[in-house]
């Protein structure tokens, strides 16, 4: 059984760094690409960032040279760590992996970010 379980979450102020966690279980980790997505209030859900079985990143522009994507395959651990936070980075913050064509999310963690 897959399980995803994020954590880290929080409020703080603009111009604030966070690192939120998500502790997968259930699947092989170190093979699969595993990806961050958020979603803010009325929004759809969207990428943020991801990071490959190799370890290449790729991040949306919205966030390029503010957040870094990291894996630890001994833990079976995904990262965020986020810097110089804003407003518009308030969201749940959603860890995913796909495994044999299904999709899994966690439960989500919330960002917020005050104006």
């Known amino acids: 059984q897959v399980r995803l379980v994020e954590s880290g979450g929080g409020l703080v102020q603009p111009g604030g760094s966070l690192r939120i966690s998500c502790a997968a279980s259930g699947i092989n980790f170190r093979i699969h690409d595993l990806e961050w997505y958020r979603q803010a209030p009325g929004k759809e859900r969207v990428l943020v960032a991801r990071?490959?079985?190799?370890?290449?990143?790729e991040y949306a522009d919205s966030v390029k040279d503010r957040f870094t994507i990291s894996r630890d395959n001994v833990w079976n651990r995904l990262y965020l760590q986020m810097h110089s936070l804003k407003p518009e980075d308030t969201a749940a913050y959603y860890c995913h992996v796909k495994r044999a064509g299904v999709d899994f999310w966690g439960q989500g963690t919330q960002v917020t970010v005050p104006s």
């Open positions: 990071i490959n079985s190799a370890g290449s990143k």
